[in-house]
Nanobody, 123 residues
Framework: QVQVVESGGGLVQAGGSLRLTCAASGSILSINHIGWYRQAPGAQRDSVATINSGGSTNYADSVKGRFTISRDNAKNTVYLQMNSLKPEDTAVYYC?????????????????WGQGTQVTVSS
């Protein structure tokens, strides 16, 4: 059974920092593309930062220079370091991982979402 679990959310004052962790577990052969997304109340889910298997990254314009995505392939883990947080960063943050997993029928690719972690930035 494959799981993708986020952690590290919480309440922080504006200007503060948080580090989110996304850990994948199970019969994982490789983590391909993986990203962080966020959804504020009443809004759509938007991409925040992504990283591919080669380590190339992309960021939303609103977080460039403040957020950093990184990955530890040995631990099947991706991090999102968030600095200089603003009230508008308040949202539920989700991890989405494109994984190649081992199945009875051989390697298969699937996309998994975590359950989300709440980030609240007070002014």
């Amino acid at each position: 059974q494959v799981q993708v679990v986020e952690s590290g959310g919480g309440l922080v004052q504006a200007g503060g920092s948080l580090r989110l962790t996304c850990a994948a577990s199970g019969s994982i052969l490789s983590i391909n593309h993986i990203g962080w997304y966020r959804q504020a109340p009443g809004a759509q889910r938007d991409s925040v930062a992504t990283i591919n298997s080669g380590g190339s990254t992309n960021y939303a314009d609103s977080v460039k220079g403040r957020f950093t995505i990184s990955r530890d392939n040995a631990k099947n883990t991706v991090y999102l370091q968030m600095n200089s947080l603003k009230p508008e960063d308040t949202a539920v943050y989700y991890c989405n991982a494109d994984l190649t997993i081992s199945t009875t029928w051989g390697p298969k690719g699937y996309s998994y979402w975590g359950q989300g972690t709440q980030v609240t930035v007070s002014s």
